[in-house]
């Protein structure tokens, strides 16, 4: 029997096997440590490693490749970002700025920080998941040290104008961090032209390996300090410490270069995948709801709420076909209304009738997928 069609590209992407290649010497061949600098083996891992923080540097608009501390993905650099600064700086305020639709790797962190004395205020956002730019002005306190907000949202996809709150963030001298894990290859990003102090990236989520990613801390104007939440042998400029994983760095950086060429062809490409998917689902259905924003968004995200068909049902249904995501989130003793979607003004009944389409590099037959769905729904319907 054949495998089922993958959508669900916003939990991970497949590695791309170009990047594959690119890693597997530094497994058997490579595999000194780019800490041992006093011999060729370790040497030659260092050069890898150097070069890989160059390009991911320039691919993000840094201004040195030393503004790149490595860590083992999205959520380890959320918390550095989070902790580290908030230690840094709660001599200057205890306040701290989110949206309320982060993922729980900057919720959680943030929970966690109010055990240490943060003052957590989290930004409501309008119908579409976009931030409420007024609500964030008037949030501001003379306290606040930091805002959070995510650069697109993984359920819905809504981009958000990071530009903008990044321009009031410096107005204000607020540090400014961006979660960019669903945006990093998918999305262009300037960190400086953006005014982003910090911004989280994962390896897994453009087509590079799992269990690499990174974190850009701004050097320059400001110069932006953390403390150092785990400690060791000094690695990564004392903030990271710890063995670097080589074959896992070079190819973060190799994913990055291919997403970053193939990034605007692809995206078109995805756009018109989508919309097909979704003119022939709301034919058939005409009362099939698009969440997320209608142009800011990214465009390889379908958020789907359908009425009367519960996702757990359609996806139970279409399993041997299709393999996608509920739109809310699950944890493993219960199910729990999407906090995004509610956010958003969705009822709990609406958040158990959504769906999250992740397309991706695979994804070809837009027709062909809409049929399955369009059969699936009057399946659970009936
Ligand atoms: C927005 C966002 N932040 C953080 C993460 C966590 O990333 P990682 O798997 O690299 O820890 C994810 C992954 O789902 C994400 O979508």
Do not use: W
Not at 62 to 73: A, D, L, Q, V
Not at 304 to 325: D, M, N
Request: with cysteine.
């Amino acid at each position: 029997m054949d495998e089922p069609i993958y959508l669900d590209h916003h939990a991970t992407t497949p590695l791309d096997r170009r990047v594959l290649e690119k890693m597997l010497p530094y497994f058997t061949e490579i595999y000194g440590n780019p800490s041992s600098i006093d011999h060729l083996h370790g040497n030659k891992a260092k050069v890898a490693v150097d070069g890989a923080r160059q390009t991911i540097a320039k691919h993000l608009g840094c201004r040195k490749e030393n503004e790149i501390i490595f860590t083992s993905g999205a959520t380890e650099a959320n918390n550095l970002a989070l902790i580290g600064a908030f230690r840094k700086y709660r001599d200057k305020g205890k306040h701290l700025i989110a949206s309320a639709i982060e993922h729980p790797a900057v919720l959680d962190t943030l929970k966690a920080l109010e055990r240490e004395g943060a003052e957590v205020t989290l930004l409501p956002v309008d119908s579409h998941g976009v931030v409420d730019l007024e609500a964030l002005r008037n949030a501001i306190r003379k306290e606040t040290i930091l805002i959070s907000v995510m650069f697109a949202n993984n359920e819905i996809g809504t981009i958000q104008p990071i530009a903008q709150i990044g321009e009031l963030a410096k107005a204000k001298g607020i540090l400014f961090h961006v979660d960019a894990a669903q945006a990093v290859g998918h999305e262009p990003i300037h960190v400086y032209d953006m005014n982003i102090d910090l911004l989280s990236f994962s390896a897994h989520k453009f087509y590079g390996p799992k269990g690499v990613g990174g974190l850009f801390v701004r050097s320059f104007a400001p110069m932006v300090r953390l403390e150092a939440v785990t400690f060791g042998g000094g690695q990564e400029r004392n903030l990271r410490p710890g063995s670097l994983n080589v074959p896992g760095i070079v190819g973060m950086a190799e994913a990055l270069s291919f997403a970053a060429t193939e990034q605007k062809a692809e995206r078109k490409r995805l756009e018109q995948l989508s919309a097909t998917i979704t003119d022939a689902l709301q034919t058939a259905f005409p009362d099939v709801k698009i969440n997320g924003h209608p142009e800011r968004k990214l465009t390889h995200n379908l958020n789907l709420t359908i009425p009367g068909v519960e996702a757990k049902a359609l996806i139970h249904v279409l399993k041997s076909k299709l393999s996608f995501s509920a739109g809310s989130a699950c944890s493993t003793t219960k199910v729990e209304p999407s906090h995004v979607l509610k956010a958003m003004g969705l009822s709990d009944d609406e958040t158990f009738q959504t769906i999250r389409l992740g397309l991706g590099r695979s994804t070809q037959d837009a027709q062909g997928l809409a049929h399955l769905l369009i059969e699936g729904i009057g399946q659970v319907r009936r």
